[in-house]
């Protein structure tokens, strides 16, 4: 079973500073896509970034990307110029079978001013 | 397009009660998908379906019961409440292809067990 491991509960970042969230994750596919979904306290999941695992180059979302290091399974997420609104629980997710994703246990994300 | 549809957002049940939580979705995506959330555990998937008709069993699926007769709903059934079942539960929904395993969710529903 693939599994993922998010080892940071919890992260704090200044408002207009950078911070960089860590996702390892196990599998033995070839073809699979990574996610960070954020999770506000409304609790609705939002999709943040997707990463397809056949393309070399990390994905980018405005102030969003990725470090994808597929042999080293790690898929981290760098938000820039953090702002207010980016306070929020973060899932790091795995996809290879189209109806169903496997989780980490999530990053709690403050945002000082 | 309303997206994925959840009801109630809330609710309280008393231990042994039986309760259908409700999902839609007007997207005509054929896979369709049940998780909770638990403190601490991030999300874990109860059911899911490939279409109308087709379901399946995830890694937690004790307790829970679920049918697909339209690829528009796909409801969750408790069948006696247990307080194990406190939790907050997602309903999500994905494309067959073409869509890179991309999960969409409702907003999800609170039910507390007593």
């Known amino acids: 079973a693939q599994t993922v491991t998010q080892s940071q509960p919890e992260m704090s970042v200044q408002e207009a500073e950078t911070v960089t969230l860590s996702c390892t994750y196990d599998t033995s596919e070839s073809d699979y896509y990574l996610f960070w979904y954020k999770q506000p306290p409304s609790r609705q999941m939002i999709l943040v970034i997707r990463?397809?695992?056949?393309?070399?180059q990390n994905a980018t979302e405005n102030r969003f990307s990725v470090n994808f290091q597929k042999a080293a399974k790690s898929f981290s997420l760098k938000i820039s110029d953090s702002q207010l609104g980016d306070a929020a629980m973060y899932f790091c997710?795995?996809?290879?079978?189209?109806?169903?994703?496997?989780f980490g246990k999530g990053t709690s994300l403050l945002v000082t001013p | 397009n309303a997206g994925v549809t959840q009801t109630p957002k809330f609710q309280v049940l008393k231990t042994g009660q039986s309760m259908t939580l409700q999902c839609a979705q007007d997207m005509n995506h054929e896979y369709m998908s049940w998780y909770r959330q638990d403190p601490g555990m991030g999300l874990r998937l109860i059911h899911y379906?490939?279409?109308?008709?087709?379901?399946d069993q995830g890694e937690v699926p004790n307790g829970y019961n679920v049918s697909r007769s339209t690829t528009e709903d796909f409801p969750l059934r408790l069948l006696s409440a247990a307080p194990s079942q406190t939790s907050v539960y997602f309903c999500?929904?994905?494309?067959?292809?073409?869509?890179?395993?991309?999960?969409?969710f409702g907003p999800g529903t609170r039910l507390t067990v007593l």
């Open positions: 990463q397809e695992a056949y393309k070399q």
């Open positions: 997710a795995y996809g290879n079978s189209g109806y169903a994703l496997n």
């Open positions: 999500a929904s994905s494309y067959t292809t073409g869509g890179g395993d991309t999960q969409y």
């Open positions: 379906s490939v279409g109308a008709g087709i379901t």
